[in-house]
């Protein structure tokens, strides 16, 4: 079992910056370490189905991102601290959304389906 715990969120003004992490943590008797999982961001806005975001690698390595937030966000890990970030940039209206952190053991960075969920963090941009 994995939990994941993300920070970060908060309402900010339209063309500002925030970034969110998300704390990993795991029982040791799985055997595995956070270096081994691929790690995303995804978001649901009101109303909306959860949507992809971003992804990484285990090493970090490769990264993916939607359309939507290429240019304006950059996922990164730290694998020493077990931690995955979101550093998002030039907010807009429409990025409005509950960001969840996500690990997947068995599936790749580019096609990431997810095993474990956080519970979200609120982001709010006013324009």
């Known amino acids: 079992q994995v939990q994941l715990v993300e920070s970060g969120g908060g309402l900010v003004q339209a063309g500002g910056s925030l970034r969110l992490s998300c704390a990993a943590s795991?029982?040791?008797?799985?055997?595995?370490?956070?270096?081994?999982?691929?790690m995303g961001w995804f978001r649901q806005a009101p109303g909306k189905e959860r949507e992809f975001v971003a992804s990484i690698s285990w090493s970090g390595g490769f990264t993916y991102y939607a359309d939507s937030v290429k240019g304006r966000f950059t996922i990164s890990r730290d694998n020493a601290k077990n931690m995955v970030y979101l550093q998002m940039n030039s907010l807009k209206s429409e990025d409005t959304a509950v960001y969840y952190c996500?690990?997947?053991?068995?599936?790749?960075?580019?096609?990431?389906?997810?095993?474990?969920w956080g519970q979200g963090t609120q982001v709010t941009v006013s324009s």
């Open positions: 996500a690990a997947s053991y068995g599936s790749r960075a580019g096609n990431l389906r997810p095993d474990y």
């Open positions: 795991w029982t040791a008797a799985s055997g595995r370490t956070f270096s081994t999982y691929a």
